[in-house]
């Protein structure tokens, strides 16, 4: 029997920082991880830049140590006034040397399911969880050194589901909400590289002058910069043009034109991260036949956009594709149970709480896969209480991330990168309290 204070499932955005403050804090961690690094979407699914949510935000120690060491690699830089511009191939190594530094034992390649992984419970207390498994092809990392050891059973005094959907709770007999399967849309992302970004920037500051979609600037010496494009009618976009004629040409299909947004990468001259293709197909997050199919539509369609980046963009005439995210991009999927369901009227009107774990102001961006019906709202200074991440009818068992208990619209605003961040933190911080 392995003994821990805390045991964190899932080392992605928020249980990253969960971890990280538990090991800070002085607590016994265990992260379980699925995958072979850290991150989740930020590395495997090449999520960047991490979105600015105020100048209020609170539980930010892990974001701005992560700042710190990506900056010492060269795998950051403050563009826009915002720090949270990434590398996320370097990423992956500063989350594990910063887990640990801090102590936490991290156990990679093990995907929780009923058929190698058990749960203990005493009514609303879990007791333990136990692997079923006899030979478990996983690595156990102490202190950043693998061990041989075969985890059986672990017992711990708390236990967060940092899975994203939710996986770890329903294993657990936890309550979800209905979501109707209103599922935003999924992205598959890719990197582009040797780009002349200087020419690319220059011809995309002479044919848009709004400076809310295109930006570009010198930053030691290097161009960086960022612009977008969607189908939507609403807004006028100076890419539109361009997209029409390859649509015309037979370049693009009509879908590959829905959704199109290019930022640069920190220490990566001469690359573009390419938040698209977001799939029009209507994809369930938890069926992996969907997701399969997403991502067979998705390279089908970077095949398309690489090239007409090549054929119609200045600076592109030697690019190439770098790299293809290694995970499809979710923005939704399932919606845990808490104590407290977070609602759109509470973000809208402000409301306060007694324990709030995250302040934002980032606003309410909810895709949507058909044209003109997508939802960006911006709002005034929310809260979010700590009730929405314990889970209902568990005393020590919460939730983090995407996943948290929240309707569709709210979570719209709530999924993004830095408020996962505040999440992991305030329930760190939270649990520690009562040891």
């Given at each position: 029997m392995y003994s821990y204070d805390v045991v964190i499932v899932g080392g992605g955005t928020a249980g990253c920082a969960c971890a990280w403050n538990c090991g800070k804090?002085?607590?016994?961690?265990?992260?379980?991880?699925?995958?072979?690094?850290l991150g989740g979407t930020m590395t495997g699914a090449l999520v960047v830049p991490v979105m600015k949510s105020g100048n209020n935000q609170i539980n930010t120690d892990f974001y701005n140590e992560l700042i710190k060491k990506m900056k010492a690699k060269g795998g950051q830089i403050t563009y826009q006034d915002n720090p949270g511009w990434f590398n996320p191939i370097l990423l992956k190594d500063v989350l594990f040397l910063m887990l640990s530094e801090a102590g936490v034992e991290i156990l990679f390649n093990f995907t929780l399911s009923p058929c190698n992984f058990s749960i203990y419970t005493?009514?609303?207390?879990?007791?333990k969880i136990k692997m079923l498994s006899e030979y478990i092809d996983a690595k156990y990392f102490v202190k950043g050194k693998i061990k041989e050891i075969l985890l059986n059973e672990i017992s711990s005094q708390y236990f967060v589901d940092a899975t994203g959907d939710g996986v770890f709770?329903?294993?657990?007999?936890?309550?979800?909400?209905?979501?109707?399967?209103?599922?935003?849309?999924v992205s598959l992302r890719f990197i582009m590289s040797n780009i002349d970004l200087s020419v690319f920037g220059n011809w995309l500051l002479g044919i848009d002058s709004d400076r809310e979609v295109t930006t570009v600037e010198k930053i030691n010496g290097e161009t960086h910069l960022s612009t977008a494009y969607t189908w939507d009618r609403g807004k006028k976009w100076a890419l539109a043009p361009i997209f029409d004629k390859a649509v015309e040409n037979g370049d693009l299909k009509d879908e590959d034109r829905n959704y199109f947004q290019v930022f640069t990468i920190a220490g990566m001259e001469g690359?573009?991260?390419?938040?698209?293709?977001?799939?029009?197909?209507?994809?369930n997050p938890n069926s992996?036949?969907?997701?399969?199919?997403?991502?067979?539509?998705?390279?089908?369609?970077?095949?398309?956009l690489a090239n007409f980046c090549i054929k119609y963009f200045p600076g592109f005439e030697k690019a190439e594709i770098y790299k293809i995210a290694d995970k499809i991009g979710v923005r939704s999927s399932n919606q845990v149970r808490g104590k407290y369901i977070y609602t759109i009227n509470d973000l809208r009107s402000g409301k306060t709480f007694d324990s709030p774990v995250l302040i934002s102001d980032y606003p309410?961006?909810?895709?949507?896969?058909?044209?003109?019906?997508?939802?960006?709202?911006?709002t005034k200074e929310y809260q979010l209480p700590i009730e929405s991440l314990m889970v209902e009818g568990f005393d020590n068992l919460f939730v983090i991330g995407r996943c948290l208990s929240a309707d569709a619209m709210a979570q719209g605003a709530l999924r993004v990168q830095s408020s996962c961040f505040s999440m992991g933190e305030g329930v760190a911080k939270y649990i520690s309290k009562s040891f």
């Open positions: 804090l002085g607590l016994k961690t265990l992260l379980i991880e699925k995958e072979n690094y005493n009514n609303i207390y879990i007791e709770s329903k294993l657990c007999g936890g309550k979800f909400l209905d979501n109707n399967n209103s599922f935003q849309p690359t573009l991260a390419f938040n698209c293709p977001r799939i029009t197909t209507k994809v992996k036949s969907d997701l399969d199919n997403a991502r067979k539509l998705g390279l089908d369609s970077i095949k398309r309410v961006d909810v895709h949507n896969a058909k044209k003109d019906l997508s939802t960006l709202e911006l």
